[in-house]
């Protein structure tokens, strides 16, 4: 759990979407570390980097947004494998429901390595609504990424769709 706020980090304002999320994902069983970094490309990169090392899910809240500090999506997109897009549309999607505004949110959900990583916007009813969205993918997303893989796709392998050798 990574929060990404100039002024928490600074402890100058609370960490309120932060805690919210945390207890979240506590309450679905979900062992939560957090770590606070000021809203900088590289300061974020290397905190996603490092949870994705040593965590199946990455969640940072904050920095989504059009300002010239909202960093955050730079700074998942250096570090991911690849994109997961339909979680990120689900994410804001959800959002809509509530206000027009969650249409400028510019978070990214995608994989580093053996972790989904799953940006959420900074304000703690966007966030929320943002996780929530998520949750139901969680738990599928999480066991396909920690293996074991049973098919080989760059030959087909394990596809019952294709004849063998194709």
Same mark, same amino acid.
């Given at each position: 759990m990574l929060t990404v706020s100039d002024g928490v980090a600074a402890g100058t304002r609370a960490d309120a979407s932060g805690d919210a999320i945390a207890a979240r994902l506590a309450g679905l069983g979900f062992e939560v570390e957090r770590r606070l970094v000021p809203d900088a490309v590289p300061a974020i990169g290397a905190a996603i980097r490092e949870g994705a090392a040593a965590h199946p899910l990455v969640v940072t809240t904050g920095g989504t947004g059009l300002t010239p500090r909202d960093v955050t999506p730079q700074a998942t997109a *250096? &570090? =991911?494998?690849?994109? +997961? #897009? !339909? +979680? *990120?549309? *689900?994410m804001r999607a959800e959002g809509r429901k509530s206000t027009p505004m969650a249409a400028l949110s510019r978070g990214l959900a !995608? &994989?580093? !390595?053996? *972790? $989904? +990583? $799953?940006? =959420? #916007?900074g304000s703690p009813r966007g966030s929320m609504e943002s996780l929530e969205a998520a949750i139901p993918v969680l738990d599928h997303a999480l066991e396909t990424l920690s293996g074991p893989f049973d098919h080989d796709t760059a030959r087909g392998a394990g596809r019952r769709d294709l004849p063998p050798g194709a």
């Open positions: *250096a &570090v =991911l494998d690849y994109e +997961v #897009p !339909g +979680v *990120a549309e *689900a !995608g &994989v580093a !390595g053996r *972790a $989904l +990583v $799953l940006n =959420l #916007p």
